[in-house]
């Protein structure tokens, strides 16, 4: 009986720790990430979105949220909801993705996001990324400040 229970908690112990790994796995910001790799990360997940746990590509986007856009975003619970309603919900596990520089400064850059859906319809986003200039761990981190709302671009067939 208590090698069963000690199998037990072994069995237990090893999905917890498991669970907390997965987690870490998410990347986080640091300054050597350039604007097109923050962007990059965040689609990424956002097309393999629970791949490493439920919502992790919503959370790796997060990751990647600059504080300010946050404020408006609200905490991630709201962030998840507002993916997954219609305004951003064909992000979620899309086919494919395209990123293109259309401006950018010193602090900021500005990208033109295309993605196929899991529908197969283009859809195309303003995707900006500027340098958190505050003190702190996200000093000198490029992070997203805005997202447009997509535009639909029409079928790939």
Request: net charge positive; glycine share 6%; proline share 5%.
């Amino acid at each position: 009986m208590l090698k069963k229970l000690h199998l037990t908690f072994s069995v237990v112990l090893i999905f917890l720790l498991n669970i907390s790994s997965l987690k870490a796995e998410l990347k986080t910001p640091n300054n050597s990430i350039l604007p097109a790799e923050v962007i990059k990360i965040q689609l990424v997940g956002l097309m393999n979105n629970d791949e490493k746990f439920k919502d992790s590509g919503i959370e790796q986007t997060w990751n990647f949220a600059h504080p300010e856009n946050k404020k408006f975003t609200g905490p991630l619970p709201h962030f998840k909801m507002m993916i997954k309603g219609r305004s951003y919900q064909m992000l979620l596990d899309h086919l494919s993705h395209t990123i293109t520089k259309i401006g950018n400064g010193d602090k900021w850059a500005q990208f033109e996001v295309i993605i196929l859906d899991k529908e197969k319809i283009y859809h195309k986003f303003n995707w900006q990324v500027e340098k958190y200039t505050d003190e702190g761990p996200l000093k000198d981190c490029w992070l997203t400040t805005m997202v447009s709302s997509p535009i639909p671009l029409g079928s790939s067939i």
